[in-house]
């Protein structure tokens, strides 16, 4: 019954949220606001992770391909695949729905216990739309930034650290990630990312945007966010690859 | 003016508010007080749509809130200025920001006219020099200024006031009562105050309603308040020993 009251509670917020904006320019430069606290500000943990991914597939698929009739080069198709495939949307997904979800849900959160909320809706302003809305499209507009750095430095790592380590050689790498390449890999990929992104965004704004209480709510308020966020990147990363790949 | 006719609220089986009337005038600033828990923050809540009333009528100068389309209850609320009990000021934005905030986005003033506006409501409620700090930065008085000078900032026909000087030492208190007084006078507006200290009543009420157990329990001037017979004002207005003893001068 909870889950019920929250999923349609939900969707009655994502509808207040996308209702008709007070002022266009004002939302605009908030999408931008937006795009720096939450994008920009996300780049260099997207982009360690992203070169360690790259460097350890590198060497755990070196390792597996033991066998002499799988060539040295499979392991560029590995590192390319997985990080296309998986890796860059859905575990970056995963990572971002900790730290940019937390952070939306504490934001939203503490300005509810604060009655920064109310002080909106008082003024006549759709402090959902306000709030939620330019944080959802900042996530949608530069997860596909996210996810071309976070495959381009996963691409890079594993070459740096398959050279450096002599897994694999230069020829060999370049090789296997230019090998029977799909480009349509990369537009599913995108495809998942902006999906997950307006989970990681919009499931931890509706449990801070509806908290109550004081600063031991908030703390519940966000875990839950990035709790559900990943339950629910982890299941549409399941039905988006049957939809899109099988 | 705003009149509430037979308000009533409860919160699952807790019934909060029972059938409360009241007339809040214009140009006066019309207190409710009550001890803690008594309703006071759901009454104006509800009167300003925080809350849904149960049943009953708010009605804004003869509009009655409860009835109107969206639309129009967000016109209402434009005309609202309001003062949080802990300043709800947005922390992101610095005291200028804060006040422009409104005008941005509901006026199509310039940047210049908007930061002449906001500058003129800060003079008014004695802040100078303060303009490009944080709330984080401010003290709890300076945070109840910054908050009166954005309710103004809209040139609001009402003004709500959530227990202003709570937090606050006596003499900023008074600052603050005083001016929440010369505002409501000035601009000739209807503003409603809650609080639970009485020296704020004795200072500025205009228009008393003392609420207990969410009724409507007593109501009249700040003269009437000190002479009243009815035993639970008595004990709420004479708790304090200043009290009883400026009671023995009546």
């Not at chain 1, 509808?15 to 430069?29: C, L």
């Not at chain 2, 199509?108 to 944080?134: G, H, I, M, P």
Request: charged residues 20%; aromatic residues 12%.
């Amino acid at each position: 019954m909870k889950l019920l009251f929250d999923f349609g509670r939900y969707f009655i917020l994502m509808r207040r949220s996308f209702g008709k904006a007070e002022k266009f320019s004002i939302y605009r430069s908030r999408i931008f606001e937006e795009i720096n606290n939450l994008g920009i500000g996300s780049l260099g943990i997207v982009g360690i992770i992203s070169v360690f991914i790259g460097a350890v597939i590198t060497i755990q698929s070196a390792f597996n391909f033991e066998n002499p009739l799988v060539p040295i080069y499979a392991v560029g198709v590995a590192v390319r695949d997985s990080m296309i495939l998986e890796f860059s949307p859905a575990i970056i997904s995963l990572i971002l729905a900790g730290k940019i979800g937390s952070s939306i849900a504490s934001e939203i959160g503490t300005m509810r216990i604060t009655e920064q909320i109310d002080a909106l809706e008082i003024m006549g302003i759709n402090s959902a739309s306000y709030l939620i809305r330019p944080k959802i499209i900042a996530c949608i507009l530069f997860s596909p930034v996210l996810l071309i750095f976070s495959m381009f430095l996963g691409i890079f790592g594993g070459y740096v650290f398959g050279i450096m380590s002599g897994v694999v050689t230069n020829y060999e790498y370049v090789i296997g990630i230019t090998y029977n390449f799909r480009p349509y890999n990369i537009i599913y990929s995108l495809l998942k990312a902006a999906v997950f992104a307006f989970i990681f965004a919009s499931v931890p704004a509706y449990h801070g945007y509806y908290t109550r209480g004081g600063s031991l709510e908030v703390g519940k308020a966000s875990t839950k966010g990035v709790v559900y966020s990943c339950i629910l990147i982890l299941a549409f990363d399941l039905i988006l690859t049957q939809l899109l790949l099988a | 003016m705003i009149d509430i006719k037979n308000i009533s609220k409860s919160f699952a089986d807790r019934l909060i508010l029972n059938n409360i009337s009241f007339n809040f005038e214009k140009g006066k600033t019309n207190v409710i007080i009550g001890e803690s828990g008594s309703g006071k923050t759901v009454l104006l809540r509800c009167m300003v749509g925080l809350n849904e009333i149960d049943t009953g009528d708010v009605l804004y100068d003869g509009r009655n809130f409860y009835d109107l389309k969206f639309k129009d209850k967000k016109e209402i609320r434009k005309e609202i200025g309001m003062l949080f009990q802990g300043g709800a000021l947005f922390d992101s934005k610095n005291v200028e920001e804060n006040v422009v905030f409104p005008l941005s986005m509901f006026t199509d003033l310039s940047e210049s006219e908007k930061r002449d506006r906001a500058n003129f409501c800060l003079q008014r409620v004695n802040l100078f020099n303060s303009n490009k700090l944080y709330p984080s930065e401010l003290s709890g008085g300076m945070k109840k200024r910054v908050a009166i000078a954005r309710a103004i900032a809209m040139q609001p026909k009402y003004l709500f006031c959530d227990e202003p000087n709570s937090g606050l030492d006596p003499k900023t208190s008074i600052v603050i009562d005083n001016l929440i007084n010369e505002i409501t006078e000035e601009y000739d507006i209807t503003t409603i105050v809650i609080t639970h200290d009485m020296n704020s009543v004795i200072e500025i009420g205009d228009n008393i309603m003392f609420i207990n157990k969410g009724e409507n329990w007593w109501q009249g001037s700040k003269e009437e308040i000190l002479k009243t017979e009815n035993k639970e004002v008595q004990d709420f207005v004479y708790a304090t020993k200043f009290m009883k003893n400026l009671r023995t001068k009546f």
